[in-house]
C-alpha cells in the first residue's frame, strides 16, 4: 500500500480511502459603522481529523500486514479516549515504486469513535474516528527581584537665585 496510518505508533490495518483534515480559523468578522465588513486575521485553530477505518475480522490480502483482530484495534481506541492524553496521528503518503510524496504527522487526542456493526456487509466492523489536534499549554512564572537600594541617599542641593 502506498499510503500507511498509525494511531500512537499502531498500523492501522487497513488505510481509508479518505481522510478529512479541516484546518479550522479563529478569525473575527467585523461590521463598521459605515456598513462596510471587515475579516481581522488570526493564527489558525486547532485542526479536525476525521475518517472511517475497516477492522478486519478475517485475513485479507490488501492489509498492511500482521493485522490484529478487531478487538485489539477497539481496545486500542478505548485507551486513547479514557487516557486523556494526547497521541501521534501518521499519515505516511509514499509513490508505488517506494519514493516520499509526503506525510502527516500531528499530536492530537481522540475526539470521539463511532461502531458500525453492519451484519449484511459481512463480520468486519467499520469505525468512525475522530480526532482534534493538541497543542502543548502552560502557566509560566515569573521570579521579580526587588531593585536593590542605593548605599547613600541622594541629596538634594539648592541653588540660590
Known amino acids: 500500500m502506498a499510503y500507511k496510518m498509525y494511531l500512537d505508533g499502531v498500523l ?3 488505510t481509508p480511502s479518505k ?3 479541516k484546518i479550522n480559523n479563529q478569525n473575527e468578522t467585523l461590521t ?3 456598513g462596510e465588513e471587515i475579516n481581522i486575521l488570526k ?3 486547532l485542526t479536525d481529523v476525521s475518517f472511517d477505518l475497516l477492522l478486519p475480522q478475517v485475513p485479507y490480502p490488501f492489509t498492511n500486514g500482521g493485522a490484529q483482530p478487531a478487538d485489539y484495534y477497539l481496545s486500542l481506541f478505548e485507551r486513547l479516549k479514557t487516557a486523556k492524553e ?3 496521528w501518521i499519515l505516511n503518503r509514499q509513490r508505488p515504486a517506494g519514493g516520499m510524496f509526503f506525510y502527516t504527522n500531528l499530536t492530537v487526542g481522540m475526539e470521539n469513535y463511532e461502531l458500525v456493526d453492519d451484519a449484511g456487509a459481512g463480520f468486519d466492523v467499520k469505525v468512525k474516528v475522530s480526532l482534534k ?8 512564572t515569573v521570579k521579580l527581584k526587588p531593585a536593590p537600594t542605593p548605599a547613600e541617599k541622594p ?4 541653588q540660590p537665585a
Do not use: D, E, H, N
Not at 489536534?133 to 509560566?140: E, I, M
Not at 541629596?155 to 539648592?158: D, G, L, M, Q, S
Open 32 to 34: 463598521l459603522i459605515s
Open 12 to 14: 492501522m490495518p487497513i
Open 86 to 88: 494526547p497521541f501521534q
Open 133 to 140: 489536534q493538541y497543542r502543548a499549554y502552560g502557566t509560566k
Open 155 to 158: 541629596k538634594a542641593t539648592v
Open 19 to 21: 481522510v478529512k483534515v
Open 43 to 45: 493564527a489558525a485553530g
